[in-house]
């Protein structure tokens, strides 16, 4: 099991994606394939978890769209996730926020962490 571990580490392609937790609210670009057409789209929402170890880790993206919440998981070692960016640094003390499926508005909303300079 740990030579097929070992394979898998090195013929995984390593990103140079940021250091962002739970809470954090992110754009994804990730390619769309229609075809033979390839484009970028992009995916903005907050970070609900990141679950796994190694090259299989994944990370999961709520967003609201038209009052419906939407959730996508993606892997950090997909190809087709080009890009990660920050936007906010969210200010929560749990490492899964489920508990956001629930809430609607204002509750919904994720504090924004304050730094000091």
Do not use: C
């Not at 030579?3 to 609210?25: M, Q, S, T, V, W």
């Not at 390619?31 to 057409?37: L, Q, R, W």
């Not at 992009?42 to 990141?50: K, N, Y």
């Amino acid at each position: 099991m740990e030579i097929l571990n070992y394979i898998h580490d090195n013929l995984a392609e390593k990103k140079n994606l940021p250091d962002f937790r739970p809470g954090d609210n992110v754009e994804v670009y990730y390619k769309i394939i229609e075809g033979a057409k390839e484009r970028i789209q992009v995916f903005r929402g907050d970070v609900l978890q990141i679950k796994g170890h190694d090259s299989h880790r994944t990370f999961t993206v709520r967003k609201l769209s038209n009052g419906v919440g939407v959730e996508r998981i993606f892997p950090m070692a997909s190809p087709n996730v080009a890009d990660v960016k920050i936007l906010k640094r969210g200010k929560v003390r749990r490492a899964k926020l489920y508990y956001l499926r629930e809430l609607v508005g204002k509750k919904a909303k994720i504090k924004e962490k304050k730094y000091k300079k």
